[in-house]
């Protein structure tokens, strides 16, 4: 299995950002695939979660309404679109996928993380 995320960058606020995640390997009709995030000096946090059979999606309070998960079947891969960004915002943010889908994101019901992507936004 394999996760590769990609996208992030340097950003001023309000402006967008959209990441990608490419996955190889899994059974995706059984799957989820997640966006977490983790600032420097603070833990680890879900940000958004997708169901790929049938595109169910959850989203962490604070991103609601400013970031949109989506997929692309053709091209395995789950995109995050940032809009709205806030300099709150910085953070590395992981893609992970999870055979457990549930109302909410946990993070160890992930069995598989890609690598970090950066966002850094300036205020």
């Known amino acids: 299995v394999q996760l590769q995320a990609s996208g992030g960058g340097l950003v001023q606020a309000g402006g967008s950002l959209r990441l990608s995640c490419a996955a190889s390997?899994?059974?995706?009709?059984?799957?989820?695939v997640g966006w977490f995030r983790q600032a420097p000096g603070k833990e680890r946090e879900p940000v958004a979660a997708?169901?790929?059979?049938?595109?169910?999606?959850h989203y962490a309070d604070s991103v609601k309404g400013r970031f949109t998960i989506s997929r692309d079947n053709a091209k395995n891969t789950i995109y995050l679109q940032m809009n709205d960004l806030k300099p709150e915002d910085t953070a590395a943010y992981y893609c992970?996928?999870?055979?457990?889908?549930?109302?909410?994101?946990?993070?160890?019901?992930?069995?598989?993380w890609g690598q970090g992507t950066e966002v850094t936004v300036s205020s």
């Open positions: 992970a996928a999870t055979a457990v889908w549930r109302a909410a994101i946990i993070a160890s019901d992930y069995n598989y």
């Open positions: 997708i169901k790929w059979s049938g595109g169910i999606t």
């Open positions: 390997g899994l059974p995706f009709s059984s799957f989820a």
